[in-house]
């Protein structure tokens, strides 16, 4: 029997049909939808790719795919709320196509940025600067996923002094990619690093496992923190109010149990 959460707001997906590597078209994307607020998603933030001389997703083609997906969504009578973003990848002409094609998340001061894999750019903590000097906050996407981040999550910190807001994917989690980037998300988590929870939902088999990972999380964590990286910022994000950078003091830190010790507290009572 599948878990039901309410409010849920997943803040990264790939969902607007056919206009990047997500859903190919508008029937994948309702039947995803479907699945989704079947779980108890309220909530969805388009973030189609946008990467210079590939992905050049601009403002009418992503309104052009959302008003063909919410008029099947009205049609089929799909109950959930879907908000235009993107997903950037960062080079030295964001600031400019952020500004130009309105890339930030449904008209507030938050944008999706993405970094390539294999290592960050010489330049990508001045593109950063650059972006929140501008009024931006940026959300780094799954960063977990970042073979420099694999290596050390604690590097991570640093991003959130250069007030950088954090989101993992909830794949990392349950090991969908591999086990280093399931051990940083969740180092990260334990630490206080990470402010959204999210599906980086691509549409590629009807396996919508966002639910699954928050009630991980609250399961080895507490409820408090599943909520609040998939309720609470989420929901504050789309009232573009602000997120606190660091939300967990270092008292805290040391007094969260992990699940092995959870466990072993059963058997001790």
Request: glycine share 4%; proline share 3%.
């Amino acid at each position: 029997m599948k878990e039901f959460q309410q409010n849920i707001i997943d803040i990264h997906t790939h969902i607007l049909p056919g206009i990047d590597d997500g859903s190919k078209d508008v029937e994948t994307s309702v039947k995803q939808l479907k699945i989704m607020a079947d779980l108890g998603v309220t909530d969805v933030i388009c973030t189609p790719h946008f990467i210079t001389n590939f992905y050049e997703n601009g403002l009418k083609k992503r309104i052009h795919a959302a008003e063909k997906l919410s008029k099947a969504l009205e049609k089929e009578k799909v109950p959930i709320r879907i908000h235009l973003g993107s997903e950037v990848l960062l080079d030295s002409k964001s600031l400019e196509n952020i500004k130009l094609e309105k890339l930030n998340i449904q008209g507030t001061n938050y944008v999706l940025v993405e970094s390539e894999m294999i290592a960050f750019p010489a330049d990508f903590t001045e593109i950063l600067y650059y972006l929140v000097k501008a009024g931006y906050t940026p959300i780094l996407a799954h960063p977990e996923r970042y073979n420099e981040v694999k290596k050390d999550p604690n590097i991570i910190e640093n991003f959130l002094h250069r007030n950088v807001l954090i989101q993992i994917n909830s794949r990392s989690l349950l090991g969908d990619y591999g086990k280093e980037a399931e051990n940083a998300a969740w180092h990260l988590l334990h630490n206080g690093w990470v402010h959204f929870l999210a599906s980086d939902n691509h549409c590629r088999n009807d396996n919508y496992n966002l639910i699954l990972a928050r009630n991980l999380i609250e399961k080895k964590i507490d409820s408090y923190t599943a909520d609040l990286l998939t309720k609470i910022n989420p929901k504050k994000l789309l009232d573009n109010e602000k997120i606190t950078f660091f939300y967990l003091s270092e008292s805290n830190k040391q007094n969260r149990k992990t699940f092995f010790e959870k466990i072993l507290e059963r058997f001790i009572r």
